[in-house]
């Protein structure tokens, strides 16, 4: 599968904005789509994902009430909109896919599948 992401932006502290990953290719049943982040000299940091055919999501706690994930499966999209936002949400955001998952993992080297990133910048 690969996996396009874009919607990242420039926004002021406090402002939203709403990623797009659109899969081409088979995504089966048992896979999960997440969102990662990294920021410049940090370590690549889960944010949200969930099973591609319904059935529940996981959040990190530094985003939980202020991002959403969601999927449009005729679309082969998972969006992740962004509310509330912060400098120190200020990072290139990856989507990725683990397509033979047993569970949402909030570790980026179980996803075997990724995008090439979109650089969300957040002023204060």
């Known amino acids: 599968v690969q996996l396009q992401a874009s919607g990242g932006g420039l926004v002021q502290a406090g402002g939203s904005l709403r990623l797009s990953c659109v899969a081409s290719?088979?995504?089966?049943?048992?896979?999960?789509i997440g969102w990662f982040r990294q920021a410049p000299g940090k370590e690549r940091a889960f944010v949200a994902a969930?099973?591609?055919?319904?059935?529940?999501?996981k959040y990190a706690d530094s985003v939980k009430g202020r991002f959403t994930i969601s999927r449009d499966n005729a679309e082969n999209t998972v969006n992740l909109h962004m509310i509330d936002l912060r400098p120190e949400d200020t990072a290139v955001y990856y989507c990725?896919?683990?397509?033979?998952?047993?569970?949402?993992?909030?570790?980026?080297?179980?996803?075997?599948?990724w995008g090439q990133g979109t650089l969300v910048t957040v002023s204060s």
């Open positions: 990725a896919a683990d397509l033979a998952a047993r569970m949402i993992s909030m570790n980026w080297k179980t996803y075997t599948s």
């Open positions: 969930l099973w591609w055919s319904g059935g529940g999501t």
């Open positions: 290719g088979s995504i089966f049943s048992r896979s999960v």
